[in-house]
């Protein structure tokens, strides 16, 4: 690799450390071909991706970037999981570390914060963007339903007890 292949590849893992909502790092050593091709199939299916990089270059890269602190994870065999989604990337690496004991995570960033093998494991617990989207429509949603409701309830009451006494009119 020739010194501007080298300087693009910074500027690559540069605006992936920068744009990116979520980065997790972990150690593939012993991963076969097949196993890292079905986990960037994984992460690329929820929207992320996986990228392999010399340590070197990612910390050059990682630095004056808000997540610069990943870079004391990078040693050995490392792998760069990414996502928009600040909990896509980090719920398919933590699905992927259950199943294949190989794939061991070190930690990551979320912004310029730092985060342990604990926190990634919190961050994949959490909803998705769309799921917490979802929830928030139902809670707005749920008073204008309950006020609805409430409206409509006398003309109901009202309509049920006229109902009621004609019943027994003509039951007379």
Same mark, same amino acid.
């Given at each position: ?17 920068? @744009? *990116? !909502? ?27 991706? #996986?990228? #392999? ?8 890269? &990682? ?7 990943? @870079?004391? &994870?990078? @040693? ?27 794939? #061991? ?5 979320? !912004?310029?914060? *730092?985060?342990?093998?604990?926190? #990634?494991?919190?961050?994949?617990? &959490?909803? *998705? ?26 003309? @109901?009451?009202?309509? *049920? ?12």
């Amino acid at each position: 690799m020739d010194r501007a292949q080298k300087e693009k590849l910074v500027d690559e893992l540069g605006q992936i450390f920068e @744009s *990116s !909502g979520v980065v997790v790092v972990a150690h593939y050593a012993g991963l076969t071909v097949r196993e890292m091709t079905d986990l960037r199939a994984q992460m690329r299916a929820a929207g992320g991706a #996986v990228r #392999v990089a010399k340590n070197r270059l990612a910390k050059i890269a &990682l630095q004056g970037k808000p997540n610069a602190s990943v @870079s004391d &994870l990078l @040693s050995g065999m490392t792998v760069f999981a990414y996502s928009e989604d600040p909990t896509a990337a980090a719920r398919v690496m933590d699905k992927y570390a259950k199943d294949n004991q190989k794939l #061991v995570i070190l930690g990551g960033a979320m !912004g310029d914060t *730092s985060l342990d093998a604990a926190g #990634v494991k919190a961050v994949a617990d &959490l909803p *998705s963007r769309e799921e917490l989207i979802a929830q928030i429509v139902a809670q707005i949603g749920s008073p204008a339903a309950n006020i609805a409701g409430a409206i409509g309830a006398p003309a @109901s009451n009202i309509a *049920s007890i006229l109902s009621t006494i004609e019943e027994r009119a003509e039951a007379a």
